[in-house]
Structures are given as C-alpha cells and as structure tokens.
C-alpha cells in the first residue's frame, strides 16, 4: 500500500531509505566477502626480490641481477626489461637450495679428522 508524501516529509523519508541501503549493503557485505587481491604471477626484479624474501631468502636486487645476467635463474624479457614468472622461481628455489649441515664441534672435529687421513 502506497502512502503519499508531503514535501515537508520527503527529507525524512530519503533518510530513512538512505539508512535501510546502508543495512541492507552491510548484510550483502558480511555474505559475500570481497576476495582479496590477487598475488602478481610475474613480477620486475623489485618484487622478484620482495618474492624471495617472502619465502624467506635474503637476497639483494644487484644478486639477483647477476643471476639473471649469468642466465642462472629463469626470467623473460618484455619490453626490455627483465620478468620474473612466480611460479618458475619458486621451482628454481626448490632445485637449487641447499640443506643445512650441522656444524657442531664433534662433526667439525671428524671432518678435520677425516682429511687430515686422506692427506696422510
């Protein structure tokens, strides 16, 4: 059922729509959550480093640079300027990092021991 409006009352029934929007856009909110950003697949050397770090390998944008100048690690050129693809590095970080050695002093003193033998 329709209701007329006076024109003195119209200011007050805009807010009034105005604030069931505001309701209703929260409610639509807390349903559908807005997904978050996408991650880049492919980056410049500045976030290649920043990707590196993220995994947790330090490494510096002039390292990285002569990885790619010495064509150690993959990256693809558009534009002139160098690209790294996400998924690529983190294949090659997994090819080539290395394991930890213990380096306590029993295992350092047998490594000692053992070329000081193969010397002999």
Known sequence: MQQSISFDRLPIEVAQIGEQVNRIESMVLQLVKPSAQPKPQSFYID??????KMRG?????SKLQK???????????FNGRVVFDAGELDVW??????????????????????RKMKGA
């Open 47 to 52: 976030g290649a480093v920043s990707h590196f």
């Open 93 to 114: 970080i997994k090819e080539n990092a290395t394991t930890v050695v213990d380096n306590s002093p029993a295992l350092r003193l047998a490594a000692s021991a053992n």
């Open 67 to 77: 990885l790619t100048a010495s064509r150690t690690i993959p990256f693809k050129r």
């Open 57 to 61: 390998i330090p490494i510096s944008k």
